[in-house]
Structures are given as C-alpha cells and as structure tokens.
C-alpha cells in the first residue's frame, strides 16, 4: 500500500499478497537451514513424543505395565489431539490403561490400569481422549 501516491491494494490483492502458498514468508531457512515453521515446531514439542516423569515411571514399574510401541504411538496420538484442543491436563486412555497427561511440557504425570481406576474418578484435568 502505497499512502501517499493514494493507490490502496483491494481486499484480493492483500489476500494475495500474505495468504498465497507461493510466499515464503514462513519457510525461509535461516543460516542453519532451519524454517520459522521448523523452529516454532521444535519449540513446542508438536511431534515430540511423551516423557514420562519420574513418579509415572515408577507407578509404570510399581504396576507391571509395559506398554507397546502401538500403544506409546497411540498415547502420543492422543497427546497430539489434546493440544489441538487446547486442553492443559488431559486423561489419556489406551486400551485399559489410563494416563494423566501435562499437555504444554508433553509429559505423563501418572499412569495407572483398569485396577486403579476402579472408582472412575479423574480429578485436575480439563480433558480426555480415548483413543
């Protein structure tokens, strides 16, 4: 936009112009070769997978559960579609395991099976994927 020659671009040209897959306004490298969209990823754990605290994994040894690399893979499925709903504290449940999830530092709180989870209650949590 040009002000003082008094020629405005239309609402289509500014679409154009910042909202065209050909711009590369977000996926120039820097001097590392990393794009603004690379760096953002890697800062917040988008595809990172889970960590497990220290108390979740000592309630995984104390409770004998192993879990699969299907199930670890569908844990961070569901991790994944807890942060794209914006929730803080997800109850993650895979198969007959039930895990408490801190969704921003992607890392499970606590871990528990079927047996643990006999009340069925689940307190501090803004949400839950059964996945």
Do not use: C, W
Not at 13 to 31: A, F, G, I, M, V
Not at 96 to 109: E, G, H, K, R, Y
């Amino acid at each position: 936009m040009d002000i003082n020659s008094g020629r405005f671009l239309s609402i289509e040209q500014l679409q154009d112009q910042y909202l065209s897959p050909n711009k590369t306004n977000n996926t120039q490298k820097t001097s590392e070769g990393l794009s603004f969209k690379d760096i953002l990823t890697q800062k917040s754990g988008v595809g990172e997978e889970v960590k497990f605290s220290k108390h979740a994994a000592n309630r995984l040894s104390s409770r004998n559960i192993e879990l699969t690399d299907e199930q670890l893979g569908r844990l961070n499925e569901g991790t994944l579609k807890a942060q794209s709903k914006g929730i803080k504290e997800s109850l993650i449940m895979v198969d007959s395991l039930a895990f408490i999830v801190n969704i921003p530092s992607n890392t499970v709180v606590t871990a528990m099976n079927q047996e643990e989870t006999q009340d069925n209650i689940f307190t501090n949590i803004d949400g839950a994927v059964i996945i």
